[in-house]
């Protein structure tokens, strides 16, 4: 439908909308305009969103561009790069088809959680994220802690083919090119159903992304789990180089491809020197 789709620049939010899913067209075109910073995307689905404001029908400004841009800063290494719940509930939503839901679900002195955790769930081909903008400087904190808990998996096929990329949980880490955008790369660490702890693949939807397995099964999905990766050893193994800063973190629950249901939960969020435990 002609319609259907608009051409405009791409804010880095939506760097992650090929990096995940079947919204853009897989065409020649797509790809050439992908490549040259533009996007061919749905307009009824990537949207931002302000969650203290409810679903936006209009795509949010890239606050890096502009007359009212905000001054460039030092890459961070100090309180921002170690986010609790507290904290991740306050990221940026970007939604791809719907709106996955996050909830912040607080702990108390009868509660059987010691920690305060963001519950997502998906149900009926919604996918949305919660991201954090910002160039944080990998020479300083290289490794990345979380923490998950599976609490149930989406209704998938194969995972590694478009059909079947939905995850109950995903931690995305992305460095941006910002002029050649085709070198925008991102690494994708999954809870997998089908793939053993360390297995990694290409992304189906867009090879800039590489998918990494921190999780497998049901075995200890109920659990929490802590995960540590080296972002800038990965980048190195998955894209050929190593940053010296990224410029977000984002985590998602998504069932849009299998249309099924998903939940999972998110902890603690640190990036962090390597000396450190």
Same mark, same amino acid.
Request: contains cysteine; aromatic residues 10%.
């Given at each position: ?71 460039? %800063?030092?890459? =961070?290494?100090?309180?921002? @790069? ?5 904290? +991740?509930?306050?990221? !940026? $939503?970007h939604s791809f088809v ?67 990329d939905d995850f109950a ?29 360390? %297995?990694?693949? =290409?992304?189906?939807?867009? @090879? ?5 397995? +921190?999780?497998?099964? !049901? $075995? ?54 390597r000396e450190e435990n």
């Amino acid at each position: 439908m002609r319609n259907a789709y608009s051409f405009r620049r791409l804010p880095l939010a939506h760097c992650f909308t090929p990096l995940k899913m079947g919204l853009l067209p897989i065409s020649l075109l797509g790809v050439s305009l992908f490549f040259l910073g533009l996007g061919l995307t749905n307009t009824a689905s990537a949207t931002m969103i302000n969650p203290s404001a409810g679903p936006s029908t209009e795509p949010s400004a890239d606050p890096s561009t502009g007359p009212n841009a905000a001054p460039s %800063t030092e890459p =961070s290494t100090g309180p921002g @790069t170690d986010w609790k719940a507290e904290n +991740m509930i306050d990221w !940026e $939503a970007h939604s791809f088809v719907g709106s996955t839901d996050y909830q912040l679900v607080a702990a108390t002195e009868n509660s059987e959680e010691s920690k305060s955790y963001i519950l997502a769930s998906c149900e009926d081909g919604q996918a949305s994220g919660m991201f954090y903008r910002e160039e944080i400087d990998l020479t300083k904190t290289p490794m990345l802690s979380w923490e998950w808990r599976v609490n149930e998996f989406p209704q998938v096929g194969n995972e590694r083919e478009k059909s079947g990329d939905d995850f109950a949980a995903r931690i995305y880490v992305v460095r941006e090119h910002s002029i050649l955008r085709w070198r925008t790369r991102a690494l994708n660490y999954v809870w997998s159903q089908q793939s053993e702890i360390g %297995t990694n693949w =290409s992304n189906p939807f867009a @090879t800039q992304a590489h998918m990494i397995a +921190m999780g497998y099964g !049901e $075995a200890g999905s109920n659990q929490w789990q802590t995960e540590t990766r080296d972002l800038q050893a990965d980048f190195e193994s998955f894209h050929g180089q190593a940053p010296d800063m990224i410029n977000a973190i984002a985590i998602m629950t998504d069932c849009d491809n299998s249309n099924s249901s998903a939940s999972a939960s998110y902890r603690r969020i640190r990036l962090h020197a390597r000396e450190e435990n």
